[in-house]
Every structure is written in C-alpha cells, then in structure tokens.
C-alpha cells in the first residue's frame, strides 16, 4: 500500500478513533445531539469548535445559532461566494483537491495507490457506463467549512440515486488507509446533463457524525433511517451556483466530467478551493 506521506503517530491515532468505533451509532447519536436547541449546550460547544479550527462566522447570514446543527448547515450572506460566469464548470463547495485525473480501464485513484472501480462507486452498471470515459475530481470539505452544495454548472438535474453506506471518517488519515473509502460511505449521485447533452455526476459523500445528505430537489433526507425510492428520477433545470442542498456535516464531493474539460491551472492536489471558482476553463 502506498501513501503520499508517511503517517505520523497522531495520524494513526486519529484514523483508529474515528473509525474503529461503532460509527452508525456515533452519528446517530450526533446528529440527535446537534439538534438540541439549549443556549447553554450550544454556546460553548460552538466556542470550543471555533478555538480548535476557525469557523469563518463572519461570512455566515445568520450570527446567532439555536443548535449546532444549525452551524453545521449555515447559509452564507449574499455575495461571499462570486460565481465564475466565463468557466466550463466551477467547484460546487468550498473544500481541497483530494485527487483528480482520468477514469482508466474504470478505474479511480483515493490517492496514490488506493484504486476503486467506477462501477464500486456507482453500484449500478448503466450509470457507470455513463461516466466511464470521463475525468474526475475528489474535494473534501473540511468540518469547520461551508457544508451547502451547488450546481457546478447550468444543466438539467435528471435523477438522484441514493446508496446506503457505512460513515466512516474522510480525513486525510482515513483517506491515506481505508481502502476504497468512498465506496463504503452512504452518498448520493445526482445526475447532471449539460446544455450540449454531455453527462456530469457529483457524487456526494456522507461521513462519520451526522452523516446524511438534504437534497432540495427530492424535499428528502438522505441517511440511515431513509428507507424510500434508492432512484429518484426528476427533470428540473439548475442553474450554476444553485443551492442543490447541504451534507449534515463536512464530507467529500466527488465530480465525473468528460475527459476533453480542460482543468483550471490553478487546481493542483491540495489546492483549496471556494464554491463558485472556476474548476474547468472553456476551450471552445
């Protein structure tokens, strides 16, 4: 097994804490927990989060909170984030470049020597066909970040399929370790199709402590206790930068585009990026 880095001790302590206990229950646990609407819990525990990693409060429409989760799921005030008009695509979240490259021989790289098929993914043989001859792109978005997901580009939302899954963590150490991380997790494809016809899927992946996806166009929320329709096929038109929904709590956002999208200079592995900057630049 390969690795970027080598893990220090700190990283293997953080991989075996988060993931080697009982992660369904933890977050179910969790999320029953953020939704408390107590003052007294909520002040010093959003205290106590913004001293361990800084939250950007600032950039929030709203100042006050009456429950963590509504931290977690905060709407932005108008104009934080621009939206790139001139780009092909443009990044659907604030978050960092995990990995990027091409799908080969259906094949998706975690990070250097961590493969997983298209088709693991996907689950379904049809949708991976769809996307087998595109590129990809992987953003982790941070706990302390932004957590609403948008319209990477104006098209037609054609359907949702809704994977159940396992939660567990998506940070760096566990992305380093756990071998096909992303297709263990719950997630959601949504299914994007381009003004010229071409195929686009953001694929949204939950993890470890609230888990669940809320996505607008469904009115539905996608976590463990979701027991409905797994395919939802809808046709609703999007507009690039649109609100498509928020993860519960910080997550990864996986992006299939066609292979001839030409990346922005500037995305690099590790690279940070804000929801609306450009992520394809157009050619034609």
């Not at 003052?39 to 990693?53: E, H, M, Q, S, Y």
């Not at 991976?128 to 978005?141: D, G, M, S």
């Not at 199709?193 to 686009?200: L, Y």
Request: a positive charge; glycine letters at 8%.
């Amino acid at each position: 097994m390969q690795h970027n880095q080598p893990d220090t001790w700190l990283d293997v302590l953080n991989f075996w804490m988060t993931n080697r206990i009982p992660r369904l229950a933890a977050s179910h646990w969790m999320g029953r927990m953020s939704r408390v609407r107590q003052p007294f819990l909520v002040k010093p525990a959003l205290w106590a989060w913004n001293r361990f990693t800084p939250l950007q409060l600032h950039e929030a429409e709203q100042q006050q909170f009456q429950s963590i989760h509504d931290c977690f799921t905060r709407a932005l005030k108008p104009g934080q984030r621009p939206i790139d008009p001139f780009g092909q695509a443009v990044s659907p979240c604030d978050g960092e470049v995990v990995s990027h490259g091409l799908i080969q021989q259906g094949q998706l790289f975690q990070v250097k020597g961590l493969d997983y098929s298209l088709q693991e993914l996907l689950i379904h043989p049809d949708t991976a066909a769809r996307y087998t001859n595109h590129q990809f792109i992987t953003l982790r978005i941070r706990a302390s970040q932004y957590h609403r997901l948008h319209a990477p580009l104006t098209a037609q939302l054609t359907g949702v399929d809704y994977i159940h899954g396992d939660t567990f963590n998506v940070n760096p150490p566990t992305v380093r370790r756990l071998e096909k991380l992303y297709c263990r997790n719950e997630r959601a494809v949504l299914h994007l199709k381009g003004s010229q016809g071409e195929p686009v899927a953001m694929v949204a992946v939950a993890a470890i402590l609230v888990a669940g996806i809320r996505l607008h166009a469904t009115g539905l929320l996608f976590d463990q206790s979701y027991a409905g329709q797994a395919r939802l096929p809808l046709n609703q038109p999007v507009q690039r930068g649109e609100e498509l929904g928020w993860f519960e709590h910080g997550s990864t956002i996986l992006l299939l585009v066609p292979a001839a999208w030409q990346l922005h200079p500037s995305i690099a592995q590790g690279s940070g990026v804000r929801m609306g900057q450009c992520l394809w630049v157009k050619t034609a």
